[in-house]
């Protein structure tokens, strides 16, 4: 407490000896474009250059839009303009996994840009966003500050225009002396990351160089890239945040969002993005004739994207804007180019609006935590229903217990994820006895909560970010999966914990920032392989990056990594263990050739230890190294965690506990007959440890089923998972399954009664007659409308696979290249393609 209390006094004196110099609002505040006849139009105003700042021809010999510029050009204007504007300071926010910087610009009235300038700023947003920051403290600071207003590109590296864009608009708030550019200077304080992903930006491709996809790491931070850059967004707190992308096609998106939008967004925000920013983008497109569309394919639901992280965890209106790649580089960066300062217009003209409001989300927020009180679910898209209702009950408290030594680590990384996003953490100095405590995934039950528990009480600013990422449950409001549907913290970390909603009074202090966890270097180092499925797949890409991260980076084990030629060529020889993560396992199988396949079966039956999962187990399957049966689901489950429970006499289980979370998303389904091999189970379904947490339609076909089986294969053994046990390196509680395959013993002694079965051929047969597509789209409806869906598919010229199961038809839609949601022809506008044709969707779940 003492540090925080110190830091706030200091902001509040810092501030309260400013006004007086700021006490006239500064310069005029032009009305909202198109509001007010005669205003300074962000457009129609001749652009007036100083010759300050040279062009991007002068320091690149191009000009911007002519062809995309590398990281490094990037860079090079960007220090350019800082070197030559009084207006501009640059900074290096982080370096990427190849050691490129990832550089910042930061523009506004030359004042603002000293060090003490930008410190009173920072102290100023601090103040705002502090609930006990006093109500008069508070106006006079929205009378007088500024918005900060963030502008970053090319998360996604193969998507290069919104980089080229933002350095356009960098060189003319550094260079221009028109009325449209004094607006956004004298009334903001803009940050520009031009490049967020420089490694993908150079390699021409979609994740990072450890194959991360970075718009979904944002509450987790792994990656170094993302890190850095949510530092910097805690130091300079986004009322606005623009993330700049393309997309397939060549119209232009920009919100409103399509439905679901994730309950704790919160509504003045979401006012911001549909009534300030939308209109005036909307407005200059529609005068210069841009094509576009919203409300449709892009949602705010997952709490890991560059706009839904901006929005729940800083009350930003945090934005998503996606160019079509199929239209000229130079139309591409023109319309990012308009896109953006059209927004940057527009929050500068609306400066005393959005300080307001945003002050006013934190109070309000704050007043809902204290109250325990969710916001329900709403739909913003009619005819759209609500599918599932925030439950009617008062959450004022989280609790993560300490008391499980073996989930210290994860339990420290969850706090300091929370206190890096300014969530205020205490810890019980005495035991505490909750009458209502609800733990997760479990019954409320009267319990005693012991001395060292951490607790997060709900009355902070960051109320909504609290329930983001402590909830038991995302409450998914409507069945269209962008992404996944489930991401709480203490679920993905096995951190045991829970809920109240009573009014409580625990005896805690507050801790400070906890410390990086630093794994012990291990003392035993087996000789690892990594066998890669195929180069180009995107989910090989993203699984086998998501290991290499954490061998690499957490676990520092050594490892040699494989492709299917490698195996086949003999240089399997030496491995001890070998990792088989996701990929295409037909691809994969075929590619091994005789020789490959008969290397992979000799070595594991002659002692090697053989770790797949999911494309990784299906072609341990195809080989024959296994006796479990896999099959396809019928259910609807689309990144979803479900508590399964642990064989505490298998190696596995050390450091795990009875039960863990399992992602599960799509996965085959595992059936074991030998409960000796069974390492880890779903439960059945009338267990008290069934819970699901995220969305499911028939998922009761997994109860009882096997999420981890490891049995003996010769003198080798087989550990195979179904679902990803390393899901976008922040699925902790299953990693550790996976650190214990590696490391661990083997099960001998549970299994030296059993026959040490030869290979199945009954299971290979099986698995080489799955029909797994790769990156599927999947629409399920009810059977009353699958005549109407079929006509719609068609029309789209869609191919598909059907799956009936109950009253339920499910579309299994081939997408051959493997292409992304965003960069597939049509397959984000299924979701509004059905609502137009009258059909009511179970679900549609986009790659
Ligand atoms: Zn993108």
Redesign the pocket.
């Given at each position: 407490m003492r540090a925080r209390e110190l830091a706030w006094s200091v902001a509040l004196a810092t501030s309260l000896t400013v006004p007086a110099a700021l006490a006239a609002p500064a310069a005029a505040h032009p009305p909202a474009p198109g509001a007010a006849p005669g205003a300074c139009d962000p457009f129609r105003t001749t652009p007036v250059y100083r010759g300050k700042v040279p062009s991007p021809k002068q320091v690149l010999g191009i000009e911007l839009g002519e062809r995309a510029v590398t990281a490094a050009e990037s860079d090079r204007y960007l220090e350019t303009v800082a070197a030559k504007s009084e207006r501009v300071v640059s900074g290096t926010l982080a370096t990427s996994a190849q050691g490129r910087p990832l550089k910042y610009a930061i523009i506004g009235k030359p004042r603002l840009l000293t060090k003490a300038g930008l410190a009173k700023v920072r102290a100023e947003a601090a103040l705002l966003r502090d609930p006990r920051t006093p109500d008069g403290i508070a106006k006079a600071l929205t009378r007088t500050g500024v918005p900060i207003l963030w502008v970053a590109g090319n998360?996604?590296g193969n998507?290069p225009s919104g980089t080229d864009a933002a350095l356009r608009v960098l060189r003319d708030l550094g260079d221009r002396t028109d009325c449209a550019a004094s607006n956004v200077l004298n009334n903001a304080l803009v940050v520009l990351l031009p490049t967020q992903n420089p490694d993908g930006r150079e390699a021409g491709i979609r994740q990072n160089a450890y194959g991360f996809d970075m718009?979904r790491d944002w509450f987790a931070r792994t990656q170094p890239e993302t890190d850095g850059k949510i530092s910097m967004l805690n130091q300079y707190p986004p009322a606005l945040f623009i993330d700049a992308?393309?997309m397939g096609g060549d119209s232009y998106f920009f919100p409103p969002n399509a439905d679901p939008i994730y309950h704790e967004t919160p509504e003045e925000a979401v006012g911001w993005i549909n009534d300030v920013y939308s209109p005036s983008v909307a407005a200059e497109f529609g005068r210069q004739g841009v094509d576009f569309f919203n409300r449709d394919v892009y949602d705010l639901f997952y709490q890991g994207y560059g706009d839904s992280v901006p929005t729940t965890g800083f009350n930003a209106a945090g934005m998503t804007y996606e160019k079509g790649g199929g239209s000229p580089y130079p139309d591409k960066v023109r319309e990012q180019y308009i896109a953006q300062w059209a927004s940057l217009s527009a929050g500068a003209a609306n400066r005393h609006k959005i300080l307001t409001e945003w002050r006013k989300m934190t109070v309000d927020a704050y007043k809902q935590g204290k109250a325990g009180h969710l916001e329900p679910n709403q739909i913003y898209n009619p005819p759209n229903a609500i599918d599932r209702p925030v439950p009617d009950h008062k959450v004022r408290h989280y609790f993560l217990r300490a008391d499980d030594k073996a989930k210290a680590d994860e339990a420290q990384t969850i706090v300091r994820r929370l206190q890096r996003m300014g969530v205020t953490v205490h810890r019980l100095v005495r035991p505490l006895t909750v009458k209502d405590f609800k733990p997760y995934g479990r019954p409320v039950a009267r319990t005693t909560l012991p001395k060292g528990t951490y607790w997060i009480p709900m009355a902070q600013g960051q109320k909504h970010w609290i329930q983001a990422m402590l909830n038991e449950d995302s409450y998914t409001p409507f069945p269209y999966f962008y992404d996944v549907t489930a991401w709480s913290l203490p679920l993905l970390g096995n951190v045991p914990g829970g809920s109240s909603g009573a009014d409580l009074r625990p005896a805690a202090v507050p801790l400070p920032t906890q410390p990086a966890v630093r794994v012990p270097r291990p003392g035993k180092k087996p000789k690892i392989g990594v066998l890669a499925l195929s180069a180009t797949s995107s989910s090989a890409r993203e699984s086998v990056g998501w290991l290499r991260h954490r061998l690499d980076r957490e676990w520092r084990l050594p490892y040699t990594l494989l492709n299917p030629a490698d195996v086949a060529a003999g240089k399997l020889a030496g491995a001890e263990v070998l990792l088989v993560p996701n990929g295409p396992a037909g691809t994969a199988y075929d590619q091994l050739g005789d020789a490959g396949r008969t290397a992979l079966r000799q070595w594991t039956q002659g002692g090697g230890r053989y770790i797949g999962w999911q494309g990784g187990t299906e072609l341990a399957a195809r080989l024959g190294l296994t006796t479990t049966s896999l099959s396809e689901p019928t259910s609807d489950v689309p990144g979803t965690l479900f508590r399964v429970t642990v064989d505490a006499s298998s190696p596995l289980a050390r450091n795990v506990g009875p039960t863990v979370w399992q992602f599960y998303s799509y996965d085959l389904i595992m059936k074991q007959p030998d409960p000796a091999k069974v390492a880890v189970a779903y439960p059945a379904v009338t267990s008290p440890d069934w819970f699901v947490s995220g969305f499911e339609r028939g998922a009761a076909e997994l109860g009882g089923t096997a999420a981890v089986v490891d049995e003996p294969v010769g003198e080798g053994r087989a550990v195979l998972f179904g679902g990803e046990p390393n899901f976008r390196a922040f699925t902790d509680g299953t990693a550790e399954l996976l650190v214990n395959a590696i490391l661990g013993p083997d099960p001998s002694a549970r299994v030296s009664g059993l026959a040490k079965a030869a290979p199945s051929q009954e299971a290979a047969r099986r698995a080489a007659a799955l029909p797994r597509a790769e990156s599927p789209i999947r629409v399920s409806v009810k059977a009353a409308d699958a005549a109407r869906t079929e006509a719609l598919l068609r029309s789209v010229g869609a191919t598909w696979t059907e799956r009936r199961s109950g009253d339920a038809v499910r579309y299994v839609i081939d997408n051959p290249q493997g292409l992304p949601v965003?960069h597939h022809p049509f397959a984000g506008r299924l979701a509004s393609l059905i609502r137009r044709s009258g059909i009511t969707p179970i679900a549609v779940t986009l790659p």
């Open positions: 998360i996604h998507e718009n992308h393309e965003d």
